[in-house]
């Protein structure tokens, strides 16, 4: 049985997405050891040392991701190596607090410093986007080329993750009306775009990475990214809200990573994907708030002074 078709058994309610990510790490690091991609047995991942030899160059982030995918691919076996994978989960724990006291620092890493941009200069790009569009007056168009439907596609997607700098939460996304949007589930893991009365909108998200901690939400669209997916809404026929060159096909989260990539390095030469988007646009709206060693700092002088923690002395604080 093959490490697909294991997964699929032990994880029945997996999302398709979940488990392609799953399989493209699985087959870039068999690569990466015998120059293979055949995923029919997980004996590639027997030899641990062998498998850390393969990883030992990538960044904390890629690591983190290729052994929870062998975590995933060792787990479904029908035959439990128990012993490696405790081995393996030791060696993401230690991975993760590294990377835990990396964050507190508040550093780029070498990548985020090559490719860093100002979120002025993702507005840029933005406008940029929008002058082709004006210019060339696409949106008067009965219908669009290639091209130009990949103009507006640019443009959604910028005011998209200007408005909501999420992860690649938009990969396969349906779009729903009002009827349909009725209809959800609680039981419902998918990510919709519903189409609501009065011409609004909302982003409807039953998956995503934090959805345990902090729940499922609904996430009002704003008016001025409203307005451009009534214009793309004219075009994209497809029921899906990103899609693919055919036109048909929705984009899943790769897609969306080459995607911005591709745009940004036309636009500024610079590799961008949503996660460093996400790090631009946090860093433009906590400019002005202490730093965590400045946060720690304070901390550490009430707890002197006082004999009582951050949290207590909130308490003690009165307003008038």
């Not at 631009?280 to 002197?304: A, F």
């Amino acid at each position: 049985m093959s490490i697909e078709e294991q997964i699929i058994l032990k994880r029945p309610n997996i999302k398709q997405s979940s488990l392609n990510t799953y399989l493209i790490s699985l087959k870039n690091l068999r690569k990466n050891i015998d120059n293979k991609t055949e995923l029919d047995n997980t004996n590639f991942l027997q030899d641990y040392d062998k498998v850390m030899e393969s990883i030992k160059d990538m960044k904390i982030t890629t690591k983190k991701n290729r052994i929870t995918s062998i975590l995933v691919a060792l787990g479904s076996d029908n035959d439990l190596n128990d012993k490696l994978i405790d081995k393996y989960q030791l060696k993401l724990k230690e991975l993760n607090d590294k990377y835990n006291i990396f964050l507190k620092t508040q550093k780029k890493t070498e990548t985020q410093e090559k490719n860093w941009l100002n979120y002025e200069d993702l507005v840029d790009v933005y406008n940029d986007v929008m002058k082709d569009i004006k210019d060339n007056k696409i949106t008067t168009k009965k219908e669009l080329n290639d091209k130009e439907f990949n103009q507006l596609q640019q443009l959604v997607i910028l005011r998209t993750y200007l408005d909501f700098p999420l992860r690649n939460d938009f990969a396969d996304m349906k779009i729903l009306d009002y009827k349909e949007y009725k209809k959800i589930t609680d039981d419902d893991d998918n990510n919709y775009l519903s189409i609501l009365p009065k011409n609004k909108k909302k982003f409807i998200l039953n998956d995503f990475k934090n959805r345990k901690k902090i729940g499922k939400k609904r996430l009002d669209i704003t008016p001025s990214l409203n307005k451009i997916i009534n214009i793309w809404l004219k075009y994209n026929k497809s029921g899906f809200y990103l899609v693919k060159t055919d036109r048909k096909t929705p984009m899943n989260p790769n897609n969306i990573t080459k995607y911005l990539n591709k745009l940004f390095i036309n636009k500024t030469g610079k590799k961008i994907g949503s996660s460093l988007i996400r790090h631009i646009v946090i860093s433009k709206l906590t400019e002005n708030e202490p730093t965590i060693e400045e946060e720690e700092k304070k901390e550490q002088d009430i707890e002197n002074k006082f004999l009582h923690s951050k949290q207590m002395n909130k308490l003690y604080r009165k307003v008038d």
